[in-house]
């Protein structure tokens, strides 16, 4: 049993393996190969191997520059392999990783329940936040919009991705303990992507700025035949009067004309604009539920102090009313 680096052609087998290990979570190979070459560099991947060289575990590291004393840690492995010492070896590495790189606040996505719960808790990891996997299954056409005064929809185009970014950025910034991503990732994972299609992309423009954006794609990564919606935020100035929704509302109308009646969407389940809420009045549901964990790591790997007031964002969906 040994860790080493992901190679391409390692990943047909990942993505098998990470959908049998968190099935809620599913990934497609497209997915996971933008993962593997962001430009950024933020993130280190690794993958678990047995005696005969086949992976069984997969594990990576994020990090973002403008939070340079954090990481977050991406562990997943089937149940079947699932035992102290392997998933151990996912974490060692993962923490080893981050210290190496100068961060000690390490946290950790869990599906309650999986076995990396458990582990985690007996190395001195807290319980420090929530996420969601929402959905809705629309059964006839949705209500149609009602948009705020003064603004105007309309699709994605070319020569807008400096504005809808900064947008975008914008509507995040007051999100739990935002850190700023890089232009280029957003071109890579978003504008780059195999399935990018703009005319999903709807930028909701008031008097000379950007107001909101609904960024979806046609479907969840390993989910064919579910709509996506990627980011949805609404800037500071332009939030309680609807918009929000009205651009949900849009984007599930949208989903409903192409023949897509199953929508989908993550949230950060204490999100401060009241994500969560609006949603639910959309007629969605929570389907999954992910559980963060934090701990702060000293330099022999294995501290349970508690942590500082710094942390790393969430990636999902957005905020508004």
């Known amino acids: 049993m040994k860790i080493r680096p992901v190679a391409d052609a390692d990943v047909p087998a990942l993505v098998a393996l990470m959908n049998e290990a968190t099935p809620a979570y599913p990934v497609d190979e497209a997915e996971l190969r933008r993962w593997l070459t962001s430009p950024t560099g933020e993130t280190e991947f690794a993958l678990l191997a047995d005696d005969a060289g086949e992976p069984i575990g997969y594990v990576d590291v994020y990090g973002a520059e403008s939070a340079p004393d954090r990481a977050w840690l991406d562990a997943r492995i089937p149940a079947r392999a699932a035992s102290d010492k392997t998933i151990a070896a996912l974490v060692d590495w993962g923490e080893s990783n981050a210290l190496a790189r100068g961060r000690s606040l390490f946290r950790a996505g869990v599906t309650p329940g999986e076995p990396l719960e458990a582990v985690l808790r007996a190395r001195g990891y807290r319980p420090i936040r ?44 007051d999100h739990w303990e935002f850190t700023p991503d890089p232009f280029e990732d957003f071109m890579h994972s978003l504008v780059g992507a195999e399935d990018f299609d703009p005319s999903l992309w709807f930028v909701a423009r008031g008097a000379d700025e950007i107001a909101g954006v609904a960024l979806c794609r046609p479907s969840a990564p390993g989910q064919p035949g579910v709509g996506w919606v990627g980011d949805l935020g609404v800037r500071r100035a332009w939030r309680r009067r609807g918009l929000g929704l009205a651009l949900l509302l849009h984007a599930f109308g949208s989903f409903w004309e192409r023949g897509t009646k199953t929508v989908a969407l993550g949230v950060d389940g204490e999100n401060t604009t009241g994500a969560v809420r609006l949603y639910e009045r959309a007629g969605m549901h929570a389907e999954h539920r992910l559980d963060h964990y934090e701990k702060v790591l000293a330099s022999g790997v294995g501290s349970t102090e508690p942590p500082n007031s710094a942390g790393a964002g969430f990636a999902g969906a957005g905020a508004d009313q």
């Not at 705020?148 to 900064?166: K, L, W």
Request: net charge negative.
């Open 130 to 173: 929530y996420s969601f996997r929402m959905r809705i299954d629309l059964e006839s056409a949705p209500p149609a919009p009602a948009w705020p005064d003064g603004i105007d929809v309309q699709t994605f185009a070319s020569g807008e991705e400096r504005a809808v970014f900064g947008a975008l950025e914008d509507a995040f910034a």
